[in-house]
């Protein structure tokens, strides 16, 4: 994941960046020339930020829309070439997996995990989805 802004006042940038904190935490370049923006932008007729690309492993634009959209999560799994969730986990399954792998699966199942705070609160969200 990389951010990219076409603003010139690196430290602006930076103390943006430090006061956003684990909102964002990925690298941010300078496209200080625009090109870079005024391709992607310019031929999809993007005038409003913050917007986001899925690129392919071919450079492909897969995806492209808000970075709050939903549908966001997805797309970079689906370009991560990530396997579709199960229909169903067993509880050790559950119990075993990791919290990057819980909350991919919670994801594919379009199961909002927002609001859980511990490893255990994930999965008994996919868990309950199990039951439902």
């Known amino acids: 994941m990389i951010g990219i802004t076409n603003e010139d006042n690196e430290s ?3 103390a943006f960046v430090k006061k956003m904190g684990n909102q964002m935490n990925y690298l941010v370049a300078i496209d200080a020339e625009g090109s870079l923006t005024n391709d992607f932008m310019g031929r999809y007729h993007i005038t409003g930020i913050p917007h986001a690309f899925v690129l392919g492993r071919d450079d492909k634009v897969l995806w492209n829309g808000h970075p709050a959209d ?3 999560e997805k797309e970079i799994q689906r370009a991560l070439g990530q396997p579709k969730a199960k ?4 509880d050790e399954e559950v119990a075993t997996m990791s919290v990057k792998e819980l909350k991919g699966a919670l994801t594919l199942h379009n199961i909002n995990f927002n609001d859980c705070v511990e490893k255990s609160d994930l999965q008994k969200r996919l868990l309950d989805h199990r039951r439902a």
């Open 87 to 90: 229909e169903r986990y067993t």
């Open 12 to 14: 602006q940038i930076k």
């Open 70 to 72: 939903p549908a966001l």
